[in-house]
């Protein structure tokens, strides 16, 4: 979990999108509070925005190709919600292999169900 967080490659299920998702609440929003009145409260702001926001756009991204869809589709507005709950593609799509590790036939090189 939380491999590569900032990549924008490959695909992470729906609990690590959560997961990020609730990461990114519990760091901005108490630091955002607390560098209130600072001296460099805008440079501090900026920073922690610019990283946040990469973090949360490569994890969506990731989200985005487990459910076989390219990354852009995570600025629909609400869109996220949809990645929350869609289930990803049980299978290896062109954006990776699927992150729980279930095998499709292609990748285990059985064909029938009933083959071991």
Not at 10 to 17: A, K, L, V
Not at 33 to 47: C, K, Q, V
Not at 81 to 98: A, R, S
Request: include cysteine; aromatic fraction near 20%.
């Amino acid at each position: 979990m939380f491999e590569k967080p900032f990549s924008f490659k490959g695909r992470i299920r729906r609990i690590e999108y959560f997961l990020s998702i609730l990461f990114q609440a519990i760091i901005y929003f108490p630091i955002v509070y607390l560098i209130r009145g600072l001296p460099y409260e805008d440079e501090i702001f900026w920073s922690i925005f610019i990283i946040l926001a990469w973090f949360i756009l490569a994890q969506g991204a990731k989200r985005c190709h487990d459910i076989g869809r390219n990354g852009f589709y995570q600025f629909i507005p609400f869109y996220f919600f949809w990645m929350i709950v869609e289930d990803g593609e049980p299978k290896k799509n062109k954006y990776g292999l699927n992150p729980k590790g279930l095998k499709g036939p292609e990748e285990t090189g059985k064909i029938r169900q009933n083959e071991r």
